[in-house]
């Protein structure tokens, strides 16, 4: 099992561009969790996806948003990128019992 | 709204001592609290998860506890080594939320520490 996987490891992009992140949850999961990580803070819960549709957000603009596929991949897009989207941006997954399972991370940089 | 504060925000410590890593959070109701690892720049690696109702769980050298009345969890690392150097995340899940659709987790800012050889 490989667990959870993200793509890319590490993005640069110029402001007012747009940026998709890709997420492979650990294998018998079905729900995919997106975390944004400033540095020196804590993740933020951005949104979660259950059965393809965003069941949960917290408190992000619409310039973020999600999709989930048929088969649990999930992919995070952000449009007019500011500077202040620069994070770890962390993908998560978990199954019925809720416990989530972290993959490694995209580290943007927003120039 | 859930708030999770981690107290110290850094702390260096030589190696071999015995250390605490504070947590607490502001609203008791919770489902279950999680110690994560996050060395600099990587993923979150699970380290402990104690339900809400048990009082505390062991890891190895690590040792995390819950008062959830307190709203306060302690994670007790017995003789640090220099390998022991990371950020450690404190996380709450909401209660009521036993489906995986309702799993989300609050962190806190985290506590980084360094181990010296």
């Known amino acids: 099992d490989a667990g959870v996987t993200q793509s890319p490891t590490h993005l640069i992009k110029t402001r007012g561009q747009q940026v998709t992140l890709r997420c492979s949850p650990k294998?018998?999961?079905?729900?995919v969790s997106w975390y944004q990580q400033a540095l020196g803070q804590g993740p933020q819960f951005i949104f979660q996806?259950?059965?393809?549709?965003?069941?949960q957000r917290g408190n992000f603009p619409d310039r973020f948003s999600g999709h989930q596929f048929p088969n649990y991949s999930s992919e995070l897009n952000v449009n007019a990128l500011l500077l202040g989207d620069s994070a770890l941006y962390l993908c998560?997954?978990?199954?019925?019992?809720?416990?989530?399972?972290f993959g490694p991370g995209t580290r943007l940089t927003v120039l | 709204k859930q708030e999770v504060t981690q107290i110290p925000a850094a702390l260096s410590v030589p190696e071999g001592e015995n250390l605490v890593l504070n947590c607490s959070f502001t609203?008791?109701?919770?489902?279950?609290l999680q110690w994560f690892r996050q060395d600099p720049g990587k993923g979150l690696t699970s380290l402990l998860l104690?339900?809400?109702?048990?009082r505390e769980q062991t890891s190895g050298r690590l040792n995390a506890s819950l008062d959830k009345s307190s709203g306060r969890s302690t994670l007790y690392i017995a003789a640090s080594q220099p390998g022991d150097s990371a950020t450690y995340l404190c996380?709450?899940?909401?209660?009521?939320?036993?489906?995986?659709?309702?799993?989300?987790?609050?962190f806190g800012k985290g506590t980084m520490l360094l181990v010296s050889p």
């Open positions: 998560a997954s978990s199954s019925s019992s809720g416990q989530q399972f």
């Open positions: 294998s018998g999961h079905d729900t």
């Open positions: 996806y259950y059965e393809e549709e965003e069941r």
């Open positions: 609203d008791s109701a919770i489902y279950n």
């Open positions: 104690i339900q809400s109702s048990q």
């Open positions: 996380a709450v899940r909401p209660k009521g939320a036993r489906n995986s659709g309702y799993s989300t987790l609050t």
